[in-house]
């Protein structure tokens, strides 16, 4: 298998992503993306501890997930990528042509955003830079859980 | 103590709010817990409703599920406080025997708070 959803989720792991998506999936693993969180083994812990123990956790940065990628989509089990804004999934896209899809998953209020979705809120530059990567022929869609529809980056960007 | 406890349920959607109105109809016990639900927030919004919450009293954060956004959440907000400890897994025992043992530390309290929840977990006999 492969890298099953990459997803853009200011919350990074929680029940949407670990129960939401991961139980369909049959996930196995998640790789959260994220600088900040890659430095402190404190915070690790506290996203591990809603992870059930047959997942397995991964806490890379942006240059170490652009390096691991193809490792992990050659994975044999299932796995999810998630960051927890636009920009970081966008540097990772640079040079990984491994991300066709990008799932918005959720983008929440903010000073400067305006509401998009019920669950996606952006500002103007970060509608474009959704629009950017979809004219890269990345396919975005905004959708919280599976069973939602998925809304094209047109209806909401 | 000179102030009493103040208990946070920190929840998904309306979860807090419902189990609030369950203590008081059950204890009568007003005025000691306060919902944040964290519904629409990011972790900057959940903090920002955390310390409104909060104020200035001690308090001990009641939050739902042993992982995901609300216990990152309350866990940030409260790391290197001894005024405010935090609690998972909240149910409806555990909140009726903290109003009612308001006058612990935040630590004392929790600590008690997940032994009520605990013991009233079980599986009754068919």
């Not at chain 2, 103590?1 to 007003?30: F, N």
């Amino acid at each position: 298998m492969s890298i099953g959803l990459y997803r853009i989720d200011d919350r990074l792991i929680h029940g949407q992503v670990v129960v939401g998506w991961g139980q369909p999936l049959h996930a196995k693993f998640i790789v959260v993306v994220d600088d900040a969180l890659r430095a402190s083994a404190w915070e690790q812990d506290l996203y591990r501890m809603g992870v059930p123990p047959d997942i397995d956790v991964v806490f890379a940065s942006i240059a170490e997930a652009a390096g691991q990628l193809p490792t992990w989509d050659a994975d044999a089990r299932v796995g999810i990528v998630v960051a927890a804004d636009i920009a970081t999934l966008a540097a990772l896209t640079e040079n990984c042509h491994q991300v066709r899809r990008i799932n918005v998953g959720g983008i929440h209020h903010r000073p400067g955003r305006t509401q998009r979705l019920r669950f996606v809120y952006l500002t103007d530059a970060e509608a474009a830079q959704l629009k950017q990567l979809a004219a890269r022929g990345i396919e975005v869609t905004a959708q919280d859980v599976p069973t939602a529809r998925p809304v094209p980056v047109a209806e909401f960007a | 103590m000179s102030d009493l406890l103040r208990g946070v349920i920190v929840s998904h959607a309306g979860v807090a709010e419902a189990m609030i109105a369950a203590v008081e109809s059950i204890a009568g016990v007003k005025d000691a817990l306060v919902p944040v639900s964290n519904e629409g927030c990011d972790r900057d919004a959940l903090n920002r409703m955390l310390t409104d919450a909060v104020g200035t009293t001690p308090a001990v954060l009641f939050v739902d599920l042993p992982g995901g956004s609300c216990l990152t959440g309350a866990a940030l907000y409260a790391r290197g406080r001894a005024d405010l400890a935090v609690v998972t897994g909240v149910n409806l025992a555990m909140l009726l025997d903290f109003v009612f043992h308001r006058d612990l530390t935040p630590a004392a309290a929790a600590e008690r708070a997940a032994a009520a929840g605990t013991r009233a977990i079980r599986v009754p006999a068919a």
